[in-house]
């Protein structure tokens, strides 16, 4: 199992803002994998190259306060051949299975070349707020 520590985005922290202030909701909901190398950017406001997006299975509390870890199952089907670059948190209620949908809440890098179908991957992504 792969975790991989993630930037929290500018975006991100404008939506945990807004829940703060109850006109929000930071949940996050999917993460999605992507083949951009480019490096993370608190700037960002989508992967690079998004190639599939899954809900996500659990969250948990990390050991750091303001850590969240979220995990994703990635079946033996799922983006076959693909040489997985980059990872992404999208959280609130515009975050769909849709491509770029929701607030990329973080953004990080992680090789993991041409996923084989027989494989499956379980990724937990580790961010702190």
């Given at each position: ?14 939506l945990i ?33 998004e190639v ?22 990635i079946g ?54």
């Amino acid at each position: 199992m792969a975790t991989v520590t993630a930037t929290l985005t500018d975006d991100g922290r404008n939506l945990i803002r807004e829940a703060l202030r109850g006109s929000g909701n930071a949940q996050v909901r999917y993460i999605a994998i992507g083949t951009s190398t480019t490096s993370p950017s608190t700037s960002d406001h989508k992967l690079g190259s998004e190639v599939l997006r899954k809900q996500v299975t659990s969250i948990t509390d990390g050991t750091t306060a303001g850590e969240i870890i979220a995990s994703i199952y990635i079946g033996a089907g799922d983006a076959v051949g693909v040489t997985i670059e980059e990872i992404g948190a999208f959280a609130g209620p515009s975050a769909t299975t849709t491509r770029d949908t929701g607030v990329m809440l973080a953004r990080a890098l992680w090789h993991h070349a041409d996923k084989a179908p027989t494989e499956s991957i379980i990724t937990q992504l580790d961010i702190i707020i």
